[in-house]
T-cell receptor, first 109, second 116 residues
Framework: RKEVEQDPGPFNVPEGATVAFNCTYSNSASQSFFWYRQDCRKEPKLLMSVYSSGNEDGRFTAQLNRASQYISLLIRDSKLSDSATYLCVVRRGGNKLTFGTGTQLKVEL | EAGVTQFPSHSVIEKGQTVTLRCDPISGHDNLYWYRRVMGKEIKFLLHFVKESKQDESGMPNNRFLAERTGGTYSTLKVQPAELEDSGVYFC??????????????FGPGTRLTVL
């Protein structure tokens, strides 16, 4: 079983739609949680950290449920420029990051 | 401020040859990491340097891979001899000194390695 599991998609949504991605992690010792964004043939870039209380950054909302070992990302009013692969990432301890395979999002006109 | 840079951007070699990848971290970043994405799989951790010391090399696949960071600045990752399964994208990342949830890792553009 992978340590971080994501639905690979693709999620094809119209512009303006709301879309949600989910992720589960297997190691209860995981300490920190992130969503990264990766454009085609580019490097991953940090989108946002995820906190237990939930956090929002503009159109993006991330939530963490430690009891269920579940992380989510909600994108509201999606834009064409949101098309990318969204990577769920956890850090157990130290600085090593563990990545999910990513969920591909395509926002269409 | 310049980001993490990697060289070369692409490398095509034959099985059995040697390849050396280079990473220049962001200036002042003591932490340097190597990750790899093999086609169809997730990005996986290879190793972590703190300055010139290997902090964690638990992700290195085997002894054909050798990473160095002499002087604690740039790092090289050598694959010798290369095998077909080494093909993939090798990412380097760096972060500021220390640990913690706010210690963001900044990734370089990657080196795409193809072994024929």
């Amino acid at each position: 079983r992978k340590e971080v599991e994501q639905d690979p998609g693709p999620f094809n949504v119209p512009e303006g739609a709301t879309v949600a991605f989910n992720c589960t992690y297997s190691n209860s010792a995981s300490q920190s949680f992130f969503w990264y964004r990766q454009d085609c043939r580019k490097e991953p870039k940090l989108l946002m950290s995820v906190y237990s209380s939930g956090n929002e950054d503009g159109r993006f909302t991330a939530q963490l449920n430690r009891a269920s070992q579940y992380i989510s990302l909600l994108i509201r009013d999606s834009k064409l420029s949101d098309s990318a692969t969204y990577l769920c990432v956890v850090r157990r301890g130290g600085n090593k990051l563990t990545f999910g395979t990513g969920t591909q999002l395509k926002v269409e006109l | 401020e310049a980001g993490v840079t990697q060289f070369p951007s692409h490398s095509v070699i034959e099985k059995g040859q040697t390849v050396t990848l280079r990473c220049d971290p962001i200036s002042g970043h003591d932490n340097l990491y190597w990750y790899r994405r093999v086609m169809g799989k997730e990005i996986k951790f290879l190793l972590h340097f703190v300055k010139e010391s290997k902090q964690d090399e638990s992700g290195m696949p085997n002894n054909r891979f050798l990473a160095e960071r002499t002087g604690g600045t740039y790092s090289t990752l050598k694959v010798q001899p290369a095998e077909l399964e080494d093909s993939g994208v090798y990412f380097c990342a760096s972060s500021q000194p220390g640990q913690g949830v706010n210690n963001e890792q900044f990734f370089g553009p990657g080196t795409r390695l193809t072994v024929l």
